[in-house]
Every structure is written in structure tokens, then in C-alpha cells.
């Protein structure tokens, strides 16, 4: 009977450390998806930027080309 007691023991405190192991896992991933997300949302805004700024430049050299 002790060392049934022990071997539950045992399995609830490794069934813990898996449970923590999988929630800090759970964490991390969390983490990187928000990071890709805010990294995607800034690559998109920089694109779009660089093309108003390129448009821009287009547009005012075609217009000084016209005189």
C-alpha cells in the first residue's frame, strides 16, 4: 500500500510538471504568434509607405518632365 501511495505520488507530481511544461509551451507559442503578428502588421504598414513614397516620386517627376 506505501508504495502504491508513492507511486501515485509520483505520477501526480510528473502529471504537474507535464502540465506546467505545457502551459509554459502554450506561453512561449503565444508569444511568437503575437510577435509574427505585430511583425506582419509593420512589414505590411513599411510596404505601403515605400509604394505612397515611390507613387509620389513618380508623380512629381512625370510632372516636371511635362514642362
Given at each position: ?14 502529471s ?52
Amino acid at each position: 500500500v506505501a508504495q502504491a501511495k508513492d507511486y501515485i505520488a509520483k505520477l501526480t507530481e510528473e502529471s504537474e510538471l507535464v502540465r506546467q511544461a505545457q502551459e509554459h509551451a502554450n506561453q512561449i507559442i503565444q508569444n511568437a504568434n503575437d510577435s509574427s503578428e505585430q511583425l506582419k502588421n509593420s512589414s505590411i504598414t513599411y510596404a505601403g509607405d515605400v509604394l505612397k513614397y515611390v507613387e509620389s516620386t513618380l508623380v512629381t517627376q512625370s510632372r516636371i518632365a511635362s514642362f
